[in-house]
């Protein structure tokens, strides 16, 4: 296959995660304070509202141009798949043909000399728990002699998290307080968290949203999709034991949610198409309404997901992160459209820019665990670190990095960029 090239130069490296084919959206702010969306382009962003200003979207239908000025991407979410098929095209050829550079090249800023910002204004963040492996393993970590529940292969699990408390890639993470008991303790106590860990996930934003009592039907749950970003969901592990019977987590997960900057469509991610998670035969088809051949068939995504730690005495020694952990969206259970559909199914409303993420994403593998409870059982199995130092769980001053990717023979490789944090101590508590 044929590879378009951009003239933006560092888009045609093999190695960026922004090639011509991926643009993936976001926000930024100049140093000015500016805020407006932008689209990622090598290791530059092509600014939407200045390339509405030059005339280069004058094609286009009014109305997208027009949402391409705003400092959230909810309006173009809001436009549906539609906009998105229309709009990306048009990049591509704006930024592939030679004869538009005079005209689009003011338009571009360098990634490093802007603050990415939330893409949108979330206004409901729902955590699902989609990885079999997953809730296997906690469960048997959490419930020895009852790991899977009962209705884990009928229903796609989740919780409605806190959209306040969303997070862009850089943000410190401050070490939350909280009840936590331990086993031999007769009461609970009060302080900082003693396991701090990290969740691999990808989340999905919304585009068009459904009307309250409106279910949105398995076969149209994708064009209410716009696009997908990582998600490093914090989690108090020792909180969340204690607090999260009867009614699930609360505490343990609500004081902070990284996510990427970038979302990259479903567009750009039609390459990496791949069939849906088969089910052992044991296992009990999906009830009708969570049942379609078409999701059977390219409902799962080949992304490459990766873990990175890089602790304080690395940073002081100037070494490089380690790779904790090496997972694959396509592992997932169920598929974003299942979940998507299943949230809608008793006529819940979900609105453009509301986000979905898919639960920690583990795998089979020893090495594709989505999170250090998993990897070092809860504690017991300690995690060594390349330098000589051990991790139970996160300590203050570590950094987590998360990153994916999807690669595939004859198509140039996309990526998500970083979805990074720091732990900062706790306040006094
Ligand atoms: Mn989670």
Same mark, same amino acid.
């Given at each position: ?42 290791? +530059? ?13 004058? #094609? ?49 800023? +360098? ?11 979330? *206004? ?31 229903? &796609?699990? @989740?919780?409605?998290?806190? $959209? ?5 890639? *850089? #943000? ?6 909280? +009840? #936590? ?29 459904? $009307?309250? !009592? ?12 716009? !696009? ?10 020792? =909180? ?5 019977? &009867? ?10 949610? #990284? ?28 009830? &009708? ?23 304080? +005495? ?6 490089? &992160? ?24 008793? @006529?819940?409303?979900?609105?453009? @820019?509301?986000?979905?993420?898919? !639960? ?40 987590? =990095? ?28």
């Amino acid at each position: 296959m044929a590879v378009t090239r951009s003239w933006v130069e560092s888009a045609n490296d093999s190695r960026t995660d922004f090639p011509l084919e991926n643009l993936p959206f976001g926000v930024f702010r100049r140093s000015c304070g500016f805020v407006t969306s932008g689209v990622a382009i090598g290791d +530059q962003i092509l600014d939407l509202r200045a390339t509405v200003a030059n005339g280069s979207l004058d #094609t286009l239908d009014p109305q997208i141009s027009r949402s391409c000025e705003n400092d959230s991407l909810n309006a173009l979410m809001a436009l549906g798949r539609e906009a998105v098929d229309a709009l990306r095209p048009r990049l591509m050829d704006l930024l592939s043909d030679r004869s538009s550079r005079a005209r689009v090249e003011p338009a571009l800023i +360098q990634q490093s000399a802007v603050e990415m910002l939330l893409p949108a204004r979330i *206004g409901d963040y729902t955590d699902f728990y989609a990885s079999i492996y997953h809730a296997t393993n906690v469960g048997s970590l959490f419930r020895p002699d009852n790991p899977l529940l009962p209705n884990y292969k009928y229903v &796609p699990i @989740g919780y409605h998290g806190r $959209a306040s408390s969303m997070a862009v890639s *850089g #943000t410190e993470i401050q070490r939350p307080c909280g +009840q #936590t008991k331990a086993a031999d303790a007769e009461e609970p106590s009060f302080g900082p968290t003693r396991s701090l860990d990290y969740e691999l996930e990808v989340g999905f934003f919304v585009g068009r949203g459904n $009307a309250q !009592g409106r279910s949105v039907p398995i076969s149209e749950a994708e064009s209410h999709i716009f !696009g997908l970003c990582l998600v490093n969901d914090w989690s108090a592990r020792d =909180i969340q034991a204690w607090e999260y019977q &009867p009614l699930g987590p609360f505490l343990a997960k609500n004081f902070a949610t #990284t996510i990427s900057p970038w979302v990259l469509t479903l567009d750009a991610l039609e390459p990496f198409r791949v069939p849906a998670f088969k089910r052992v035969t044991d296992d009990p088809n999906p009830l &009708p309404y969570l049942n379609a051949e078409e999701d059977r068939a390219r409902g799962g995504i080949d992304l490459k997901l990766e873990v990175w730690l890089k602790t304080k +005495q690395m940073r002081a020694e100037n070494s490089a &992160p380690v790779r904790l952990s090496q997972g694959n969206l396509r592992d997932l259970y169920w598929t974003l459209a299942q979940m998507l559909t299943h949230h809608t199914s008793n @006529g819940c409303n979900l609105h453009p @820019g509301d986000l979905l993420a898919s !639960g920690t994403v583990s795998g089979a593998a020893r090495d594709s665990l989505g999170c250090l409870l998993e990897i070092t059982r809860r504690g017991a199995e300690p995690l060594q670190v390349p330098n000589g130092e051990t991790r139970k769980f996160l300590e203050d001053g570590d950094e987590v =990095i998360l990153r994916g990717y999807c690669e595939r023979e004859g198509h140039p490789r996309i990526g998500f960029g970083e979805c990074r944090g720091i732990v900062r101590p706790a306040q006094s508590c």
